[in-house]
């Protein structure tokens, strides 16, 4: 039987609305090329020197794409690795996806107020770091955002919700109606509910990682919808940051060790109230959508810390946030925005060595983060050498 055309549309616009959030990272962090050649999903292979083989997959999932680079003793081997992290990637997404109902977080976000809920020791430990980058970003980062995200209509192009549907969203929002017990979580609120958007792809590519630990492999690379994961790389690897406007025109180049970089941003995310484009990130200060100021990458080591810092860090501002990175060992940033005599980049000062302007008109300014000397939190003790 033929389907109904608005009924075809409506499901192409859904699917659309769901793929968009990831599209939209797409050019943020750039991939940049390893050297060999890329086929599809059933994988690629270059000699490399020594015997190592580099293998390639490219496959999309979670509603966006995978792209998995790493160096294995043989072909097979490579290719075996490439397939334990993509199937640790897809457990990740049924783990911890809220598009879809089936998922273990969505049945948390749907049990009985105050019933006790057994979480998988995985999960478990997925919102332990969530909670605990929360605390740590003095809530800037709050991963109990569901009823904010539906009150701003944020996944289906932005609404102004009405004063009493955002009085109801902000008081079922935050940490405060989740119990955490030792052994069971409890719901407090009828409508609190988790959001995975800013840790899941995080989570999936530390899960990837955790994954392939007994396997024989190097200079391991994973872009998952535009975050970065490296691993067991030789030395730093070069990797390219967009302009917060045009997610195509790489401005600026970072060398960094092993660990993640992960971008918070605004442009071509499609989220507009009343007309007028605003944030995909809200504060939680305020329950609304963060003002817009161009875009933050952060390289932590791991992936769910990067995904974390990087919508916390444009959530705190670019004072706060290179406060906090000069605070914290193992974190740097760079803030990408427009300036008066045009884009400025202003990074950690542990990224001051290892920051590079592209050649191109809107090659940016680089400012180096003085806050270390000036700043009243701690100095970090750790400042992120090759390793
Ligand atoms: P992207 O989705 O482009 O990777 P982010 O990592 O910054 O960008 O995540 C933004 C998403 O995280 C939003 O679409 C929303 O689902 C969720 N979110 C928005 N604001 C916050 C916040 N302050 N804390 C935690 N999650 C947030
Ligand atoms: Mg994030």
């Keep these: ?109 749907a049990a009985p107020v105050d019933e006790p809920v057994e979480l998988s020791p995985l999960l ?105 994961l490296e691993a067991r790389h030789a030395g730093p690897v070069r990797r390219l940051v967009a302009h917060p406007d045009d997610r195509a025109m790489p401005v600026l180049a970072l060398r960094v060790p092993d660990g993640s970089l992960a971008t918070s941003g605004d442009s071509e995310r499609g989220v507009f109230v009343d007309g007028e484009a605003r944030s995909h990130v809200l504060d939680p200060r305020t329950a609304s959508p963060a003002p817009r100021r161009g875009s933050v990458t952060v390289w932590a080591r791991t992936a769910l810390a990067a995904d974390c810092l990087s919508t916390a860090c444009y959530v705190l501002g670019p004072d706060a946030a290179l406060a906090f990175a000069e605070a914290h060992a193992g974190v740097e940033l760079v803030w990408l925005q427009d300036g008066p005599r045009g884009l400025v980049a202003r990074c950690s000062s542990g990224l001051a060595e290892h920051c590079e302007a592209l050649p191109s008109s809107a090659a940016p300014e680089i400012h180096v983060s003085t806050h270390r000397d000036t700043s009243p939190l701690p100095p970090k003790s750790e400042p992120i050498a090759p390793r």
């Design 124 to 228: 478990r430990t997925e919102l332990e770091r969530a909670r605990a980058w929360s605390r740590e970003t003095s809530g800037a980062f709050e991963p109990a955002l569901a009823p904010l995200v539906a009150a701003w209509s944020l996944r289906t192009g932005g609404d102004q919700p009405s004063a009493t549907e955002f009085e109801s969203a902000r008081d079922a929002c935050g940490l405060r109606c989740w119990a955490f017990e030792p052994s069971v979580v409890r719901r407090l609120h009828e409508r609190a509910g988790f959001e995975e958007g800013a840790f899941g792809k995080g989570a999936s590519l530390d899960a990837a990682l955790a994954a392939l630990d007994e396997l024989s492999w190097r200079a391991l690379s994973i872009d998952l919808g535009g975050q970065l």
């Design 1 to 109: 039987m033929p389907s109904d055309p608005r009924t075809s549309l409506l499901r192409a616009t859904h699917r659309l609305a769901l793929l968009l959030p990831f599209l939209a990272l797409s050019a943020f962090t750039l991939w940049t090329a390893l050297g060999s050649t890329r086929e599809g999903p059933r994988g690629a292979r270059a000699a490399e020197p020594g015997g190592w083989e580099r293998v390639e997959r490219h496959v999309a999932v979670m509603g966006t794409w995978l792209r998995i680079s790493l160096e294995a003793p043989t072909r097979a081997e490579g290719l075996a690795a490439c397939e334990r992290a993509l199937r640790a990637i897809e457990e990740a997404e049924s783990r911890l996806s809220t598009w879809r109902d089936d998922s273990e977080l969505a049945r948390l976000n």
